[in-house]
């Protein structure tokens, strides 16, 4: 009965390659998103999807592309990875884009790029 | 200046000790103030949130705003091992200035038996 699932948990790969993680909520909530979590713990907005439209596009460089499905799914493909990109990423849902403040996190994926 | 301060700590204290965590903040825009706790290789979750300026309490979990000094606050009361983790604030503006959360760099706290 997990609400916010992340696949892989952890990813290790090399430099130049590409990737993806999945997540998947099962709340029934419109709105989604992906953050980062660099090494020194700060969490950082990247994209949002509401109702499987983007939302939010923060400043990231384009090799990181995020699609969604449907309203249960966000997924992001990160292409021609590189070292910075080694961090923790989370997705989240909330009910609707009014409600953001109540944001309910899944468990992360751990990406280590060599 | 970051938008959001929050001091990494850590910060140790014994237990039955009451913690107090803090924020401050530079954008007056900012409406909605929360406290997510995140233990170790966990995602984050919410404890608690606030809507403008004034106290909200839940169980040994008090959360204070003060908007006129930018100032957020949560108190533990009575801390636990259990409560040992990394605490993030985060807040967000109204519809006029966009739902994104931004969070601090989050204090950890370790509650000693």
């Known amino acids: 009965d997990t609400a916010v699932s992340q696949t892989p948990k952890y990813l290790v790969t090399q430099m130049g390659n590409d990737k993806s993680i999945k997540c998947e909520q099962n709340?029934?909530?419109?709105?989604m998103y992906w953050y980062k979590q660099d090494s020194k713990k700060f969490l950082k907005i990247m994209f949002s999807?509401?109702?499987?439209?983007?939302?939010i596009n923060e400043t990231v460089p384009n090799r990181f592309s995020p699609k969604s499905p449907d309203k249960a799914h966000l997924n992001l493909h990160i292409n021609s990875l590189e070292l910075g990109d080694s961090a923790v990423y989370f997705c989240a849902s909330s009910q609707d884009w009014d409600r953001s403040y109540e944001q309910y996190f899944g468990p992360g994926t751990r990406l280590t790029v060599t | 200046q970051k938008e959001v301060e929050q001091d990494p700590g850590p910060l140790s204290v014994p237990e039955g000790a009451i913690v107090s965590l803090n924020c401050t903040y530079s954008?007056?825009?900012?409406?909605?103030f929360m406290w997510y706790r995140q233990y170790s290789r966990k995602g984050p979750e919410l404890l608690m949130y606030t809507y403008s300026s004034g106290n909200k309490e839940d169980g040994r979990f008090t959360a204070q705003v003060d908007k006129s000094s930018k100032y957020i606050s949560l108190f533990i009361r009575d801390s636990q091992p259990s409560d040992s983790a990394t605490y993030l604030c985060?807040?967000?503006?109204?519809?006029?200035?966009?739902?994104?959360?931004?969070f601090g760099k989050g204090t950890s706290l370790l509650v000693t038996p």
């Open positions: 954008n007056s825009a900012f409406q909605y």
């Open positions: 985060a807040m967000m503006g109204g519809s006029n200035s966009g739902y994104a959360l931004n």
């Open positions: 709340l029934g909530h419109d709105t």
């Open positions: 999807y509401n109702n499987k439209e983007l939302i």
